[in-house]
């Protein structure tokens, strides 16, 4: 008998997580999982993580030495970064078409969104150096006057959840740092420091990149042994990706099922209401990250492809997907690029055939800098967020957000919900209030796991486009 492929034991555990919240909650029983099963994909995240960090460094650092010279180098990271913004800018383009056509925001009822505008007025008279962005005065005229009390409550209602708070108080300190403040940040003081923490990823490529170079500088029989160590050590890290994806189906219906039991507790309803959420927000939301999945990366992927092997377009849109199906589910699960990234970097390279040197270089810096679920969902929640509160955003305003969501995404860390942090700097950099977070904070994390699959597609799309611009894609 045909052992089951991997993509679909992942997705059988997914929906056996999904089926058994909806059991334990009406049971009575989600401490017993949150307790009992929801630390096993804890520990399915630490195995993940522990692998990330080494592998990372270790396949960086063979792939750049491994290059002919450094020039090489310069011209692979100009192709990537080049490549990612091109993508992250056409993510967010499509988000803005999708918000203004569909409008989520006005399918909220009337008098709601008149508290919600009120209230958006009233910050605005609070806070120092803000405007009202469309010249619409709501809080002067009489005929509102009987909302007035009901938008003050709403006001102290959304800076009274702690998470908002803690949210702002991050964004602050990102958006107070200086203009280099990240080339800062990338450069270590102590590499085992960084090592120790995986919000420092970009400072472990750096050295990796550094240490590969100085090694294509040095006589290739002076660096043999450290590059035969360092072969020997990226194979066992690749080894233990794939002893910990043997036991990937079990521990991803642990991850999921601990999740929501912690999200909906023994309430069914508030499960349902958590696959409900905020419907026609959330709706645009999938919209949009679903085209960037199975249209934009699926078509570019193709049509390298099929130009470079005898494959039609039709079957290597096929390959692509099979290909990399393990890692957006593992995507999905833990809602985290840098937890999959050693079940991408295996995907790309074993099932999508780009080499080492491609896929070591290009996927670490995609999982750190490339953003473009993220991007996307910021685009949409800030116009969505416009639109519930009747705030009507000009056409600059827009490209303020293109341009500041585009800019956020290479600074957002591969960890789950991190896109919140830059959603506040991006609401403040067109003048509105960063508490709204909480409208959308329900369905923050189940779109969290979409737009993350999302970024790891991304990162395989782009890894496989640089590998053919190389010659070096083996179909």
């Not at 993509?7 to 334990?24: D, E, T, Y």
């Not at 958006?120 to 809080?139: A, C, F, M, S």
């Not at 709706?283 to 934009?296: A, N, T």
């Not at 995404?409 to 896109?419: E, N, Q, R």
Request: aromatic residues 10%; proline residues 4%.
């Amino acid at each position: 008998m045909k052992k089951l492929a991997l993509h679909w034991q992942i997705i059988i555990g997914l929906i056996a997580g999904i089926i058994w919240v909806l059991i334990s909650s009406s049971l009575g029983l989600s401490k017993f999982t949150i307790n009992w099963i929801g630390p096993w994909g804890s520990i399915f995240i630490n195995l993940l993580k522990l692998i990330a960090v080494p592998l990372v460094l270790f396949s960086i650092i063979k792939g750049v030495s491994d290059l002919s010279d450094s020039g090489t180098i310069g011209r692979l990271g100009a192709k990537t970064l080049v490549t990612y913004l091109i993508t992250t800018v056409a993510a967010v383009s499509i988000g803005l078409l999708l918000v203004n056509t569909i409008k989520p925001g006005n399918f909220i009822d009337e008098e709601q969104r008149i508290v919600n505008r009120i209230s958006y007025e009233i910050w605005i008279q609070e806070t120092p150096d803000v405007e009202i962005l469309d010249g619409k005065n709501y809080l002067s005229n009489p005929k509102y006057a009987n909302y007035v009390s009901k938008a003050q409550e709403k006001l102290a209602q959304d800076y009274s959840n702690e998470s908002v708070k803690s949210k702002i108080k991050s964004a602050k300190s990102t958006k107070d740092a200086g203009p280099l403040q990240f080339l800062v940040d990338m450069v270590p003081s102590n590499i085992f420091l960084s090592l120790n923490n995986n919000g420092l990823m970009l400072q472990v490529i750096f050295f990796a990149i550094f240490f590969g170079i100085v090694m294509i500088l040095l006589p290739k029989e002076t660096v043999a042994p450290v590059s035969k160590l360092v072969t020997s050590l990226n194979e066992v890290f690749l080894k233990m990706v794939h002893v910990v994806m043997k036991g990937a189906p079990f521990f991803v219906f642990a991850l999921l099922a601990g999740k929501l039991s912690e999200l909906a507790g023994d309430d069914l309803n508030k499960v349902i209401e958590i696959f409900k959420g905020i419907a026609w927000y959330s709706l645009v939301v999938v919209l949009g990250l679903g085209i960037m999945i199975f249209v934009i990366y699926p078509i570019l992927v193709s049509f390298i492809y099929s130009r470079k092997s005898k494959k039609s377009f039709v079957e290597s849109f096929k390959y692509f997907n099979q290909g990399i199906s393990p890692a957006q589910l593992m995507a999905f699960s833990t809602s985290s690029s840098m937890a999959t990234l050693p079940v991408t970097m295996d995907c790309v390279h074993e099932r999508l055939k780009v080499p080492k040197e491609i896929s070591s270089f290009v996927l670490p810096i995609g999982a750190t800098v490339n953003m473009d679920g993220t991007s996307l969902y910021q685009a949409i929640a800030v116009v969505f967020l416009a639109q519930f509160h009747l705030v009507d955003l000009s056409l600059a305003q827009q490209i303020t957000i293109v341009l500041t969501a585009t800019l956020a995404s290479i600074g957002t860390a591969a960890v789950p919900s991190a896109g919140l942090v830059m959603l506040i700097i991006v609401l403040q950099s067109v003048g509105l209030n960063p508490a709204w977070i909480a409208i959308i904070f329900p369905v923050d994390r189940i779109l969290d796991m979409c737009r993350t699959v999302v970024n790891v597609t991304g990162d395989a799309a782009v890894s496989t486009a640089i590998a053919a611009s190389e010659n070096k894609l083996s179909v």
